[in-house]
Protein backbone atom coordinates (compact mmCIF):
# COMPACT_ATOMS: atom_id res chain seq x y z
CA UNK A 1 0.00 0.00 0.00
CA UNK A 2 1.22 3.38 -0.71
CA UNK A 3 2.35 5.65 2.24
CA UNK A 4 -0.40 7.81 2.80
CA UNK A 5 -1.25 8.94 6.30
CA UNK A 6 -4.27 11.91 6.86
CA UNK A 7 -4.81 13.53 10.04
CA UNK A 8 -7.19 13.51 11.69
CA UNK A 9 -9.32 10.57 10.89
CA UNK A 10 -12.59 11.90 12.04
CA UNK A 11 -13.42 15.84 13.17
CA UNK A 12 -16.36 17.63 14.22
CA UNK A 13 -16.08 21.39 14.21
CA UNK A 14 -18.44 24.52 14.94
CA UNK A 15 -19.56 26.52 12.36
CA UNK A 16 -16.89 30.00 11.40
CA UNK A 17 -13.94 28.18 12.87
CA UNK A 18 -10.62 27.50 11.10
CA UNK A 19 -9.88 23.64 9.87
CA UNK A 20 -6.74 22.26 9.12
CA UNK A 21 -6.57 18.65 7.31
CA UNK A 22 -2.94 16.86 7.26
CA UNK A 23 -1.64 14.42 4.03
CA UNK A 24 1.46 12.73 4.74
CA UNK A 25 2.99 10.59 2.30
CA UNK A 26 6.37 8.60 2.28
CA UNK A 27 6.04 7.90 -1.40
CA UNK A 28 8.41 10.97 -2.44
CA UNK A 29 5.37 11.73 -5.02
CA UNK A 30 5.13 15.06 -6.71
CA UNK A 31 2.10 15.19 -7.04
CA UNK A 32 -0.79 15.29 -4.66
CA UNK A 33 -4.62 16.06 -4.69
CA UNK A 34 -7.39 16.83 -1.92
CA UNK A 35 -10.81 15.80 -3.28
CA UNK A 36 -14.14 16.01 -1.45
CA UNK A 37 -16.99 13.65 -1.47
CA UNK A 38 -20.25 13.62 -0.85
CA UNK A 39 -22.96 11.71 -2.05
CA UNK A 40 -24.56 12.02 -5.86
CA UNK A 41 -21.32 14.20 -6.61
CA UNK A 42 -18.88 11.46 -6.70
CA UNK A 43 -15.14 12.52 -5.91
CA UNK A 44 -14.77 16.51 -6.55
CA UNK A 45 -10.94 17.99 -6.78
CA UNK A 46 -10.37 20.95 -4.39
CA UNK A 47 -6.96 21.81 -4.89
CA UNK A 48 -3.64 20.14 -5.87
CA UNK A 49 0.33 19.97 -6.08
CA UNK A 50 2.47 19.60 -8.84
CA UNK A 51 5.49 20.89 -6.31
CA UNK A 52 6.41 22.39 -2.89
CA UNK A 53 4.80 25.25 -3.06
CA UNK A 54 3.64 24.59 -6.58
CA UNK A 55 -0.32 24.82 -5.92
CA UNK A 56 -3.46 25.23 -8.22
CA UNK A 57 -7.18 25.45 -7.75
CA UNK A 58 -9.71 22.51 -8.61
CA UNK A 59 -13.64 22.71 -9.59
CA UNK A 60 -14.51 23.21 -5.70
CA UNK A 61 -11.89 25.64 -4.30
CA UNK A 62 -13.88 28.37 -2.95
CA UNK A 63 -13.16 28.61 0.87
CA UNK A 64 -10.19 26.66 1.02
CA UNK A 65 -6.49 27.01 1.27
CA UNK A 66 -3.60 24.37 0.71
CA UNK A 67 -0.04 24.80 1.07
CA UNK A 68 3.04 22.23 0.72
CA UNK A 69 6.43 23.29 2.92
CA UNK A 70 7.64 20.03 2.01
CA UNK A 71 7.41 16.98 -0.74
CA UNK A 72 5.70 14.88 1.73
CA UNK A 73 3.00 17.20 3.38
CA UNK A 74 -0.03 18.54 1.98
CA UNK A 75 -2.40 20.54 4.20
CA UNK A 76 -5.94 21.58 3.58
CA UNK A 77 -7.58 24.75 5.66
CA UNK A 78 -11.04 25.44 5.80
CA UNK A 79 -10.70 29.19 6.41
CA UNK A 80 -14.43 29.15 8.34
CA UNK A 81 -15.95 25.89 8.64
CA UNK A 82 -19.29 26.12 6.97
CA UNK A 83 -21.91 23.36 6.88
CA UNK A 84 -22.05 22.68 3.10
CA UNK A 85 -18.20 21.55 4.03
CA UNK A 86 -19.41 18.46 6.24
CA UNK A 87 -17.95 15.89 3.90
CA UNK A 88 -15.81 13.58 3.21
CA UNK A 89 -12.18 14.55 2.31
CA UNK A 90 -9.47 12.12 0.32
CA UNK A 91 -5.70 13.21 -0.16
CA UNK A 92 -4.24 11.50 -2.86
CA UNK A 93 -0.81 10.92 -4.42
CA UNK A 94 0.27 10.26 -8.13
CA UNK A 95 4.22 9.90 -9.68
CA UNK A 96 4.32 11.12 -13.23
CA UNK A 97 2.37 13.64 -14.98
CA UNK A 98 2.53 12.14 -18.24
CA UNK A 99 0.55 9.00 -19.65
CA UNK A 100 2.13 6.33 -17.81
CA UNK A 101 2.39 5.35 -14.25
CA UNK A 102 0.01 8.33 -13.69
CA UNK A 103 -2.40 5.76 -11.18
CA UNK A 104 -3.78 8.31 -8.27
CA UNK A 105 -3.36 6.44 -3.96
CA UNK A 106 -5.31 7.47 -2.03
CA UNK A 107 -5.21 8.28 2.09
CA UNK A 108 -7.60 6.71 4.31
CA UNK A 109 -10.26 9.71 4.21
CA UNK A 110 -11.02 12.65 7.03
CA UNK A 111 -14.60 12.59 7.55
CA UNK A 112 -15.35 16.39 8.93
CA UNK A 113 -18.45 17.68 10.31
CA UNK A 114 -19.55 21.27 10.98
CA UNK A 115 -21.85 21.75 13.05
CA UNK B 1 -15.71 20.86 -19.32
CA UNK B 2 -14.20 17.62 -18.90
CA UNK B 3 -17.11 15.02 -17.92
CA UNK B 4 -17.04 11.22 -16.66
CA UNK B 5 -20.50 9.63 -16.74
CA UNK B 6 -21.21 6.52 -15.23
CA UNK B 7 -25.00 4.89 -14.43
CA UNK B 8 -25.44 5.29 -10.65
CA UNK B 9 -27.26 1.51 -10.35
CA UNK B 10 -27.53 -0.06 -8.48
CA UNK B 11 -26.15 -2.94 -11.09
CA UNK B 12 -27.40 -6.43 -8.89
CA UNK B 13 -25.88 -9.54 -10.69
CA UNK B 14 -26.01 -12.98 -9.09
CA UNK B 15 -22.82 -14.73 -7.98
CA UNK B 16 -20.78 -16.72 -10.96
CA UNK B 17 -22.03 -13.79 -13.14
CA UNK B 18 -20.40 -11.47 -15.66
CA UNK B 19 -20.85 -7.85 -13.92
CA UNK B 20 -20.47 -4.95 -16.43
CA UNK B 21 -19.57 -1.56 -16.02
CA UNK B 22 -19.70 1.39 -18.45
CA UNK B 23 -18.24 4.89 -18.54
CA UNK B 24 -18.16 7.35 -21.44
CA UNK B 25 -16.29 10.30 -21.56
CA UNK B 26 -16.35 13.86 -23.10
CA UNK B 27 -12.95 14.87 -23.78
CA UNK B 28 -11.45 12.87 -27.09
CA UNK B 29 -7.32 13.83 -25.82
CA UNK B 30 -8.04 11.40 -22.88
CA UNK B 31 -5.17 9.26 -22.82
CA UNK B 32 -5.17 7.47 -19.16
CA UNK B 33 -8.39 5.52 -17.68
CA UNK B 34 -8.58 3.91 -14.11
CA UNK B 35 -10.63 1.89 -12.20
CA UNK B 36 -11.15 2.25 -8.55
CA UNK B 37 -13.11 -0.30 -6.00
CA UNK B 38 -14.52 1.69 -2.82
CA UNK B 39 -15.66 -0.43 -0.26
CA UNK B 40 -18.42 1.48 1.81
CA UNK B 41 -16.78 3.58 4.11
CA UNK B 42 -13.24 2.90 2.40
CA UNK B 43 -10.64 4.76 0.39
CA UNK B 44 -11.05 4.11 -3.07
CA UNK B 45 -7.96 1.33 -4.30
CA UNK B 46 -6.93 1.21 -7.57
CA UNK B 47 -7.72 -2.02 -9.86
CA UNK B 48 -7.27 -1.08 -13.11
CA UNK B 49 -5.45 1.06 -15.41
CA UNK B 50 -5.56 1.16 -19.58
CA UNK B 51 -4.12 2.91 -21.80
CA UNK B 52 -4.47 1.65 -25.45
CA UNK B 53 -7.34 0.58 -27.33
CA UNK B 54 -8.88 -3.24 -26.90
CA UNK B 55 -8.87 -5.60 -24.25
CA UNK B 56 -6.67 -5.57 -20.83
CA UNK B 57 -7.17 -8.76 -18.40
CA UNK B 58 -5.66 -9.35 -14.90
CA UNK B 59 -7.42 -11.95 -13.38
CA UNK B 60 -11.29 -11.86 -13.08
CA UNK B 61 -10.90 -8.54 -14.45
CA UNK B 62 -11.34 -7.03 -18.09
CA UNK B 63 -10.71 -3.52 -18.99
CA UNK B 64 -11.99 -2.41 -22.31
CA UNK B 65 -10.73 0.54 -24.04
CA UNK B 66 -12.41 2.06 -27.31
CA UNK B 67 -11.48 5.47 -27.46
CA UNK B 68 -13.42 5.85 -31.17
CA UNK B 69 -16.68 5.56 -28.90
CA UNK B 70 -15.08 7.35 -25.93
CA UNK B 71 -15.64 4.36 -23.62
CA UNK B 72 -14.17 2.44 -21.17
CA UNK B 73 -15.53 -0.65 -19.54
CA UNK B 74 -14.96 -2.62 -16.47
CA UNK B 75 -16.02 -6.54 -16.84
CA UNK B 76 -15.43 -8.94 -14.11
CA UNK B 77 -16.04 -12.47 -14.40
CA UNK B 78 -17.39 -14.74 -11.57
CA UNK B 79 -18.56 -12.39 -9.77
CA UNK B 80 -18.52 -12.98 -5.55
CA UNK B 81 -20.05 -10.89 -2.89
CA UNK B 82 -16.94 -9.51 -1.65
CA UNK B 83 -17.21 -7.98 -5.35
CA UNK B 84 -20.19 -5.71 -4.08
CA UNK B 85 -18.75 -1.76 -4.12
CA UNK B 86 -18.96 1.37 -5.68
CA UNK B 87 -16.71 1.19 -8.67
CA UNK B 88 -15.09 4.48 -9.92
CA UNK B 89 -14.06 5.37 -13.30
CA UNK B 90 -11.34 7.91 -13.65
CA UNK B 91 -9.74 9.70 -16.56
CA UNK B 92 -6.89 11.70 -17.32
CA UNK B 93 -6.84 14.37 -20.51
CA UNK B 94 -3.40 14.21 -22.56
CA UNK B 95 -1.15 17.15 -21.09
CA UNK B 96 -2.85 16.99 -17.65
CA UNK B 97 -2.22 15.36 -14.39
CA UNK B 98 -5.26 15.31 -12.86
CA UNK B 99 -7.87 12.86 -12.45
CA UNK B 100 -11.33 13.38 -13.06
CA UNK B 101 -13.54 11.10 -11.80
CA UNK B 102 -16.80 9.26 -12.74
CA UNK B 103 -19.64 9.43 -9.48
CA UNK B 104 -19.81 5.76 -9.26
CA UNK B 105 -21.29 2.82 -10.30
CA UNK B 106 -22.57 0.74 -7.08
CA UNK B 107 -22.27 -3.44 -7.96
CA UNK B 108 -24.22 -5.81 -5.96
CA UNK B 109 -23.54 -9.30 -5.89
CA UNK B 110 -25.97 -11.32 -4.46
CA UNK B 111 -25.17 -15.07 -3.43
Known amino acids: DAGITQSPRHKVTETGTPVTLRCHQT?????MYWYRQDPGHGLRLIHY???????DKGEVSDGYSVSRSKTEDFLLTLESATSSQTSVYFC??????????????FGQGTRLTVV | QKEVEQNSGPLSVPEGAIASLNCTYSDRGSQSFFWYRQYSGKSPELIMF????GDKEDGRFTAQLNKASQYVSLLIRDSQPSDSATYLC???????????FGRGTSLIVHP
Open chain 2, 50 to 53: IYSN
Open chain 2, 90 to 100: AVKVSGSYIPT
Open chain 1, 49 to 55: SYGVKDT
Open chain 1, 92 to 105: AISERGGVMNTEAF
Open chain 1, 27 to 31: ENHRY
